[in-house]
């Protein structure tokens, strides 16, 4: 019968916080000074990371946050981090929501949220501020320029997250996807499920704690900008590298400004572009240790290629908005072109038949 169950073990000396804020809080009294995330010409270290997600949590605390939802409308950066801490810390369960959708796409994913705070920046403070109106949402939290200024959090040494901390079986966090149907629906998961993601990921793909530069160009509105790119980094105590717009240019840039040594990578587009780049001729990518792919096929050709250029391999994957665990390309153990590979530790998958979606097909 296809039931496919993994023969990947987790490392048994991971950290087993029992929540990413709880791991936040350690990276903030273990390695106060390391750079937590670098955005463009700005960075803070994990000191001023959790204390900026301690003071948001008070303000959202203070606006009924604590055990409803909180809706972030926001582009990648350091603020969109601190949201999605922030709100994690505050008790209430984040929905992240893809900043570029228009008034009628974004309306009903709010209805399905029921958010108690919607928090989003300056550019999208009028748009927020109308849907907010049309869903009944009381509180909007603009973070910003003359609004809130989230650093001042960051830079107060009386903040700390030291309070009443979320637990493993609650809501941390909702992403919305549409499947086969169109209208996106809301998948939640619990911080358990969070700090399972990061264990399962690592049987996958091993990173070393307290090393790692992470580079990202995946939005963290999307499950694995947010999860792989935020979270992963966060458990790891390593540092983001956020790229808000994808460039080929300015990301080849990144890989040497800051000696990364994880690209989160994305569709193949993402490495065809860099690979056509004029500035691939001279970059130096040799801190990297591996470059991730999914959300597309990559081609065999393309990925001969890159490995040939810069002597880094392309591992392909796939996840899905709905479950925390990915496939991929084990980074030790076989590795097939073309596929996206094994099933992480502690995990089994089905295949079923695609009529009733109940019939377990046999191999092959």
Same mark, same amino acid.
């Given at each position: 019968?296809?039931?496919? *169950?993994?023969?990947?073990?987790?490392?048994?000396?991971?950290?087993?916080?029992?929540?990413?804020?709880?791991?936040?809080?350690?990276?903030?009294?273990?390695?106060?000074?390391?750079?937590?995330?670098?955005?463009?010409?700005?960075?803070?270290? #994990?000191?001023?990371?959790? *204390?900026? %997600?301690?003071?948001?949590?008070?303000?959202?605390?203070?606006?009924?946050?604590?055990?409803?939802?909180?809706?972030?409308?926001?582009?990648?950066?350091?603020?969109?981090?601190?949201?999605?801490?922030?709100?994690?810390?505050?008790?209430?369960?984040?929905?992240?929501?893809?900043?570029? +959708?228009?008034?009628?796409?974004?309306?009903?994913?709010?209805?399905?949220?029921?958010?108690?705070?919607?928090?989003?920046?300056?550019?999208?403070?009028?748009?927020?501020?109308?849907?907010?109106?049309?869903?009944?949402?009381?509180?909007?939290?603009?973070?910003?320029? /003359?609004?809130?200024?989230?650093?001042?959090?960051?830079?107060?040494?009386?903040?700390?997250?030291?309070? /009443?901390?979320?637990?493993?079986?609650?809501?941390?966090?909702?992403?919305?996807?549409?499947?086969?149907?169109?209208?996106?629906?809301?998948?939640?998961?619990?911080?358990?499920?969070?700090?399972? +993601?990061?264990?399962?990921?690592?049987?996958?793909?091993?990173?070393?704690?307290?090393?790692?530069?992470?580079?990202?160009?995946?939005?963290? #509105?999307?499950?694995?900008?947010?999860?792989?790119?935020?979270?992963?980094?966060?458990?790891?105590?390593?540092?983001?590298?956020?790229?808000?717009?994808?460039?080929?240019?300015?990301?080849?840039?990144?890989?040497?400004?800051?000696?990364?040594?994880?690209?989160?990578?994305?569709?193949?587009? #993402?490495?065809?572009?860099?690979?056509?780049?004029?500035?691939?001729?001279?970059?130096?990518?040799?801190?990297?240790?591996?470059?991730?792919?999914?959300?597309?096929?990559?081609?065999? %050709?393309?990925?001969?290629?890159?490995?040939?250029?810069?002597?880094? !391999?392309?591992?392909?994957?796939?996840?899905?908005?709905?479950?925390?665990?990915?496939?991929?390309?084990?980074?030790?153990?076989?590795?097939?072109?073309?596929?996206?590979?094994?099933? !992480?530790?502690?995990?089994?998958?089905?295949?079923?038949?695609?009529?009733?979606?109940?019939?377990?097909?046999?191999?092959?």
């Amino acid at each position: 019968m296809a039931i496919v *169950r993994s023969r990947l073990k987790l490392d048994p000396e991971l950290p087993d916080f029992p929540t990413i804020t709880h791991a936040l809080a350690f990276a903030a009294g273990h390695v106060p000074d390391r750079t937590a995330i670098i955005c463009q010409d700005e960075s803070i270290n #994990f000191a001023q990371y959790a *204390r900026g %997600a301690a003071g948001l949590a008070d303000a959202l605390q203070s606006r009924g946050a604590r055990g409803s939802r909180v809706a972030i409308m926001m582009n990648s950066s350091i603020n969109m981090a601190l949201a999605s801490h922030g709100g994690m810390a505050a008790g209430a369960q984040i929905a992240p929501m893809n900043p570029f +959708y228009t008034a009628g796409e974004a309306g009903p994913l709010l209805g399905d949220a029921d958010p108690a705070v919607i928090v989003t920046e300056p550019g999208l403070a009028e748009f927020a501020h109308a849907r907010a109106t049309e869903a009944g949402i009381k509180e909007v939290l603009v973070l910003g320029d /003359d609004h809130v200024d989230p650093m001042v959090w960051c830079n107060d040494p009386g903040l700390a997250l030291d309070g /009443d901390l979320p637990g493993p079986d609650d809501p941390s966090d909702m992403f919305f996807t549409g499947g086969t149907t169109g209208v996106p629906k809301g998948a939640e998961h619990r911080h358990n499920m969070m700090i399972w +993601y990061c264990k399962q990921t690592l049987s996958v793909w091993p990173m070393a704690m307290d090393r790692e530069i992470v580079l990202s160009v995946a939005p963290m #509105f999307h499950v694995w900008g947010h999860h792989f790119a935020m979270i992963m980094p966060t458990y790891l105590r390593a540092t983001l590298v956020s790229v808000p717009q994808y460039k080929p240019d300015i990301v080849l840039d990144q890989f040497q400004r800051h000696r990364v040594s994880i690209f989160a990578g994305g569709p193949a587009a #993402f490495y065809v572009g860099m690979l056509r780049s004029p500035a691939m001729e001279s970059a130096d990518l040799s801190s990297l240790q591996y470059c991730l792919a999914g959300g597309s096929a990559c081609p065999e %050709a393309m990925l001969t290629e890159w490995a040939d250029k810069t002597g880094c !391999p392309i591992f392909e994957g796939i996840g899905m908005s709905e479950g925390a665990p990915i496939a991929s390309n084990p980074l030790n153990g076989e590795r097939k072109l073309l596929s996206v590979g094994v099933v !992480p530790a502690e995990t089994s998958v089905k295949i079923v038949d695609i009529e009733t979606g109940d019939k377990i097909l046999p191999a092959g």
